[in-house]
């Protein structure tokens, strides 16, 4: 025999399902989940995990940028991941952003992170500022999955998590983001935890010498100025792009 919904439990139902979901309040009332789906349905209830799957579903399947740039392993993901940790961080608390932040000057590492990630998303400027926020969530979780937080985003931060092959790549974005170059130089500037790591992968594939370091509270400033270190490590940038 067929059992009628009582007005109380039609009340708590249409209250409680979008936080307990199905099968908390099957257990609740003493239901199947299949009546308490089939009853919050007739009312257009959703249930907090089916629109979890629902977001994250539109989230995958975004067209302002390719959501599953960090998927897999690449020369231009390892760009972009130096670019992010010379200038970006992470924001989780409401959203998941990707943010990143240049000088006025620099606008145009901006401009080639949106190209190779398919983004249309827009630059903001702020006085001397230029800031890009990506907000998508299965992008910023794959990155986070993938190479834990950057510099700016933690206390203790990682090292990026790559390999050797894709350090070349890694380096020209933390260079276009933060550092200097010119026919008497190669400078590097980021977080003092990555700097050494990123100056002992550079004298490895380069064989340049020790660099001179400055520091800057937690900010570390690496050097190049012999001319066969410059000129070496010029060539193995540029072979990269």
Known sequence: MRRLWMPAERSHVLERYSQDGPAGLASQLGRSVDSVTSFARRYGQKSLRSRERQAASRSRGSSSLNTRFFDEPSRHGAFVLGVIWACGSIKTKHEKVLRLVVPRDRRNVLDRVLELMSSKHLIQTYDERNVLELCNSHLV??????????????????????????????????????????????SLRGHEAVMPWLAGEIRSQTKAGPPTEERLGKRLTIRWQSPPDVAGIGRWLDGAL
């Open 141 to 186: 979780s794959t990155f986070l999955d993938r190479f834990g937080h950057p510099p700016a985003s933690s206390a203790d931060p990682d090292l990026p998590w790559i390999g050797s092959e894709f350090v070349p790549m890694f380096a020209n974005g933390h260079l276009q983001a933060t550092g200097g170059r010119s026919e008497t130089y190669v």
